[in-house]
């Protein structure tokens, strides 16, 4: 009996996985994703830019900065909230990058 669940979960997650791929191997589910490529880094140029007007850059600071962007972006472009929270995720985890990024550019300004 277990060995009969065992293999109805594996062919559930392949049939996953397989409907996922046929997903994004349709004309619509590339479209999609190119699409949210594009929104991401339209994005993050964007923050890249408000970034400096923060006063002090803390992770706290830089998560409400992406979430304002999102929103804004999400509200004029009409973003499913699906897509939005994929966009809010991918942005917030550039933390690290996007700090070292605007820690080096105000110590070239100070200096």
Do not use: P, Y
Request: proline share 0%.
């Amino acid at each position: 009996m277990g060995s009969l669940f065992k293999k109805g979960l594996i062919l559930g997650g392949l049939l996953a996985v397989g409907a996922a791929v046929g997903l994004m191997m349709t004309d619509e589910g590339q479209q999609l994703s190119e699409d949210v490529k594009k929104d991401l880094q339209t994005l993050a140029k964007k923050l890249k830019k408000r970034l400096h007007t923060l006063e002090d850059i803390t992770e706290e600071s830089f998560n409400e900065l992406v979430s304002t962007i999102v929103d804004e972006f999400a509200k004029q472009n009409e973003i499913a909230e699906d897509i939005k929270a994929t966009l809010t995720k991918s942005l917030k985890a550039m933390w690290s990058e996007m700090e070292a990024v605007a820690l080096a550019e105000k110590e070239e300004t100070a200096a």
